[in-house]
């Protein structure tokens, strides 16, 4: 299976700054079938980016997706007080879908 | 709104049995595959299990095969989660979600507890 490898584990930033987070997958994610999803506290996941860069329903636009093969960026353009969360890719190329670990963002 | 409202979760011994239902409103329910996600503090996120919109078709993640099954009922807009042969490393939480591939929602979870 691909394992999805992301970081840094923790990223420490103030509000207004901007988020770039890694996903690094163990071989090439077929046809960029790469997401992104958010997770709060106690909440389940959301989805924010899929098609690696594609947003979802409802997502503002200072959250963007990039990346192709084996590396892959989510960016933050400017973080909200909101946006200090988990984030989680996931790879859905190649049976089993798999998710990396998380890239937890908190305020420095 | 999409709403998954999940139910059935509880603390069961090594070797139990326990189903998990899923409550669908707010969308076509019969028009998706569906999906069950499970989620811990050490091994993080894992697909489980996936169904088609007409129930035919289930797809299982391979630690799981004969032991979970899964099935929908789409006059009542529920998923169903049959799991049988429980072992301590199916400790998790339990979310249904919309398709198979990314997921577009999802509900709140169901805790499902192995434990003697």
Do not use: H
């Amino acid at each position: 299976e691909i394992v999805l490898t992301q970081s840094p584990g923790t990223l420490s930033l103030s509000p207004g700054e901007r988020a770039t987070l890694s996903c690094r997958a163990s071989q090439s994610v077929s046809g960029s079938y790469l997401a992104w999803y958010q997770q709060q506290p106690g909440q389940a996941p959301r989805l924010l980016i899929y098609g690696a860069s594609s947003r979802a329903t409802g997502i503002p636009d200072r959250f963007s997706g990039s990346g192709s093969g084996t590396d892959f960026t989510l960016t933050i353009s400017r973080l909200e007080s909101e946006d200090f969360a988990v984030y989680f890719c996931q790879q859905y190329g190649t049976s089993p879908e798999t998710f990396g670990q998380g890239t937890k963002l908190e305020i420095k | 709104e999409v709403q998954l409202l999940e139910s059935g979760g509880a603390l069961v011994q090594p070797g139990g049995s326990l189903r998990l239902s899923c409550v669908a409103s707010g969308f076509s329910f019969s028009s998706y595959t569906m999906s069950w996600v499970r989620q811990t503090p050490g091994k993080g996120l894992e697909w489980v299990s996936a169904i088609s919109s007409s129930g035919v078709s289930t797809y299982n993640v391979d630690s799981v095969k004969g032991r979970f099954t899964l099935s929908r009922d789409n006059s009542k807009n529920t998923l169903y989660l049959q799991m049988t042969s429980l072992r301590a490393d199916d400790t998790a939480v339990y979310y249904c979600a919309t398709g198979r591939s990314y997921y577009d929602s999802w509900g709140q979870g169901a805790l499902v507890t192995v434990s003697s």
